[in-house]
């Protein structure tokens, strides 16, 4: 009789080895089409007002981050829809932008419209339950950065409004949602003021690092219709920055004035060269007004 062979039977081992791998695809797809990292500037302009509007403590300022978190899931995935064709001769930011999911053709537009559509409803239910303040302001935020900004209207690519678009969707939305979340009715309208040229001039940095992408791409940003005037303008910016911020450090409660200069301090770190040490002034500020705001 012929000897028959049979196939070695698949270890146990080699059974985890494949679970592992296939979770570890799984989340690295889903890490790329939501980019948790480019959430920062939405959290931090809503934990500021968070923290200066006393609600620290408010267990629905919490509930918040999670209903913010699911409108930059949705407004991230369409921007990376958007952004499918720029982003295959992108440079890195959080990740590789190559590596966009709808870029490389792991995900299609009926993706995006199932996990858009999922988040924002989500987003939407959780923001009711917040309060019906809440909801309008995030929904504005959402719209800002999302259908505004990236698709369908574009936004980006049209100067000067893309980096009036985000500032507003980033930092005015999110910090009136979390300000407002103790029922607090006196609007903050120079404290908002006075961060605006901040956040346009951490905008226009932000654009630099994409200039010869979106060059190529035929994008009009900011920064490719400024060009080398950028650093003169983003000078300006600063220097219009320091006396609206020194003045509420003069003015305001001291709460107000740790933000102000906070604020003051982090304007003066060169938005482009030392982005990361930006950040990192940011995320402090923000934990000490948190702190501020929880006494």
């Not at 059974?15 to 089409?33: E, K, V």
């Not at 792991?106 to 409803?121: D, G, R, V």
């Not at 302001?137 to 505004?148: E, K, T, Y």
Request: charged share 15%.
């Amino acid at each position: 009789m012929p000897n028959k062979s049979f196939p070695a039977p698949i270890s146990s081992h080699s059974w985890t080895t494949t679970l592992s791998a296939g979770h570890s695809l799984a989340l690295n797809l889903i890490y790329r089409a939501i980019r948790p990292l480019a959430w920062a500037p939405f959290f931090i302009g809503y934990l500021l007002g968070v923290g200066l509007g006393n609600a620290t403590l408010n267990p629905k300022a919490w509930l918040g981050c999670l209903t913010l978190a699911f409108g930059c899931i949705s407004g991230i995935a369409m921007n990376n829809y958007a952004d499918r064709n720029l982003d295959k001769k992108a440079r890195g930011k959080d990740y590789d932008l190559k590596r966009n999911p709808w870029a490389t053709g792991e995900l299609t537009l009926k993706h995006l419209l199932s996990l858009a559509i999922f988040a924002t409803a989500i987003m939407g239910i959780l923001s009711y339950i917040i309060s019906p303040i809440f909801l309008i302001l995030s929904s504005l935020s959402w719209c800002a950065g999302s259908i505004c900004y990236s698709f369908p209207l574009y936004l980006k690519g049209k100067a000067p409004f893309d980096i009036i678009c985000m500032p507003i969707a980033t930092y005015i939305f999110p910090f009136l949602a979390g300000y407002w979340l103790n029922a607090l009715t006196d609007p903050p309208i120079f404290q908002m003021l006075s961060i605006l040229p901040f956040g346009i001039d951490i905008f226009i940095a932000s654009e630099v690092w994409d200039i010869e992408a979106d060059k190529e791409a035929g994008l009009k940003t900011t920064a490719v219709a400024l060009g080398k005037k950028s650093e003169k303008v983003r000078l300006a910016l600063k220097i219009l920055q320091m006396p609206l911020t020194l003045a509420m450090i003069l003015i305001f409660s001291p709460k107000w004035k740790v933000f102000s200069l906070g604020i003051l301090i982090t304007s003066l770190i060169p938005s482009y060269e030392y982005l990361k040490l930006q950040w990192i002034s940011f995320v402090l500020l923000v934990a000490l007004i948190l702190i501020l705001g929880a006494m």
